[in-house]
Structures are given as C-alpha cells and as structure tokens.
C-alpha cells in the first residue's frame, strides 16, 4: 500500500500525519507551533524516525497557514508571507522541508488543503465544487471549483470580505488590523471573546452571541454562494464545534437570498447544503495527506516518453 505523509502548519500546532486513507493512518504528532527552526525540526525528525520504522511516504502534502506565496515562478514559492506570527515571516517552508526529507512535495494554504480533503474523503466527495470555511483563531477557506482548488492572483482569502454591521445591534468595530470589520474581525474566535469578555467556548448556547455569530456567518455564505456558486458549504474550526449555529446559519442563508439563487439543494435541501466537515478536526491534515496522493497519482499517470 503507497503511503502518503502529511504536514499541517498552523498558528498553534503542527501536525504531521502518515496514511494511505482516512482509515489507514500509520502515525501522526502533534507539535506545538514556537520558533520555525524548533517546530520544522520536529516535524523533520517525525519523518525520520518513521522511516527507521519502516514507514515511508512516497510524497507529502504541506498545508501552511497564510498568507503564502503559491507562485511556482515565484522566488518565494511555498513561503509564509506577511503572517503576524513573530518568527514567521517570510519563512521558506517548502524548502527548508524539501532539503531535510528529500522527498517529493506539494504546497498550498491550511484550508485548502481540507477543502482537498473533504473533496477526496469527506463531505464533498462526489461532488466538483466545494467550499471549506473554518471559523477558528482567524476564518478562512478554500474554494474548489471544477474539482480543483481556486487559485488567481494569489489565492481567496474568504476571511476578509466587508459585511454589514448594525451599530446599533453590535457596537463592536472589529478587530482585523486591515479592515476592522471584516467578516474575521467580527467573528472569528478571538473577536467574539473581545466582543462578549468571555473565550467563545465558556459562552452559554442561549447566549445572543451566537444568533449575532450565525448573522454573520450567514451573510459571509451569502456573498460565497452567489460569487462562487459552490455545490456545498463545509463549516469547520473551534468556533463551529457549537453545532447549535448551523441551523440558524441555514434559515438566516435561506432568507438573505430570498429565492434568487434557484437550486433545490439550496431550496429544499439546506440541511446537506450547509454542513459539517465529513473528516472532522482531521479534515485538514488528511487533505495535506490527499493533496500528496494526488500529485503522485497525477505523476504516475503523466504520459512517459519511451
Ligand atoms: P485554530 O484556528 O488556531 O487552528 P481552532 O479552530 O480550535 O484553532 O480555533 C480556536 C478558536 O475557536 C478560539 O478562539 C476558541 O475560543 C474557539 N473555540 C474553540 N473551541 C470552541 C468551542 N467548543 N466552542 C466555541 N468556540 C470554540
Ligand atoms: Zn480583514
């Protein structure tokens, strides 16, 4: 059985992950994210000593938080850019990791990779277009269109699209340090614990916080469905472990598009429409892991001139 390995960078852990599937997964770790130079190796020394074991993946998937630079032509290619996180600007992951594992890889942004993951294994397999919105720290997505990630000038960056706030209803201007109230610095996991004085999860469920959440949420879907058009929307991170917000986020898509967007799976079928991930909190290191299978299915496949 091809193995395949995994590599997950986020702004607090690192996982790493070696499988051939969802339910084959041969070993994986958990490291907490501190300087690049402590965290990589870690992650480099997991490869290693799974291969003395006998474990050896034919290629890896690395998913990075962002911003990244995803330009192969790029000199930058496969570096986190202008992350607030100290230590990590422009860190050339990619390399650092090619030159250490020596072993084929692929590159992309954290929530890419899940919506990869989910596409492959999870709650979008079957289908061609997806999205894969996480609501956590910070909120991003990844967007498939046409079976495959999204990518223009740089890639989607779902967090940051302008929504309307009430004043009067939610005083609280924000706290992205780009735009202030943008759908992430009104409703990711930390604006919530500044707004509310309280970290999201100690929140009651019949608090105002999460009618007040799904609003915001449900306009974010709003803008995604009309600019996107994708066949589902997976909502996954720490925030959306609160299940009791999909419901409200479904009626409150429902009645923001007013029957505009004619589709029975929006319609009729809103409860398969808007749902959570298939792979759970593992959607993401599977999909670095699903990234690396199909980059080898897609060499192996490559026409060999004889
Ligand atoms: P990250 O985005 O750093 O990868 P998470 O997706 O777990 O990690 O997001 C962390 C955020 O989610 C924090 O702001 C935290 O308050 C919030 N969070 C974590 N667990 C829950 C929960 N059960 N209910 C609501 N919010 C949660
Ligand atoms: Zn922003």
Redesign the pocket.
């Known amino acids: 059985m091809t193995l395949y390995g995994g590599i997950e960078t986020?702004?607090?852990k690192i996982n790493c992950m070696i499988a051939s599937h969802p339910n084959d997964i041969r070993a994986s770790i958990t490291i907490p994210t501190t300087s690049p130079e402590q965290s990589l190796e870690q992650v480099v020394n997991f490869f290693k000593e799974q291969k003395k074991a006998g474990l050896e993946p034919a290629a890896i998937g690395l998913g990075s938080f962002g911003p990244v630079d995803l330009d192969p032509q790029s000199p930058a290619f496969g570096s986190v850019t202008s992350t607030p996180k100290p230590g990590w600007q422009n860190v050339p992951l990619l390399q650092i990791l090619k030159n250490e594992l020596m072993l084929p890889m692929v590159f992309d942004l954290d929530v890419t990779a899940a919506a990869v993951g989910e596409l492959t294994w999870g709650a979008g397999n079957g289908l061609k277009s997806l999205i894969y919105l996480?609501v956590?720290?910070?909120i991003g997505g990844g967007v498939i269109a046409d079976g495959k990630p999204l990518r223009g000038l740089v890639h989607p960056e779902l967090g940051h699209i302008p929504l309307r706030r009430d004043p009067q209803n939610d005083p609280f201007t924000g706290m992205c340090p780009f735009h202030g109230d943008c759908l992430e610095g009104l409703a990711?996991?930390?604006a919530?614990?500044r707004r509310w004085g309280s970290?999201?999860?100690y929140l009651p469920a019949d608090h105002p916080a999460w009618r007040l959440e799904a609003h915001y949420l449900a306009q974010a879907l709003w803008v995604f469905i009309v600019c996107f058009s994708p066949q589902r929307i997976i909502l996954g991170?720490?925030?959306m472990?609160?299940t009791g917000m999909f419901p409200l986020i479904r009626k409150e898509t429902l009645q923001m598009l007013n029957g505009y967007v004619q589709s029975p799976r929006i319609l009729n079928e809103m409860d398969a429409y808007i749902v959570a991930p298939g792979l759970g909190s593992k959607a993401g290191i599977l999909g670095c892991v699903a990234m690396a299978k199909q980059a080898f299915d897609t060499a192996a496949n490559e026409v060999k001139p004889c």
């Open positions: 986020g702004g607090t996480t956590g720290t910070g990711a996991g930390p919530m614990e970290r999201a999860e991170g720490g925030v472990s609160q």
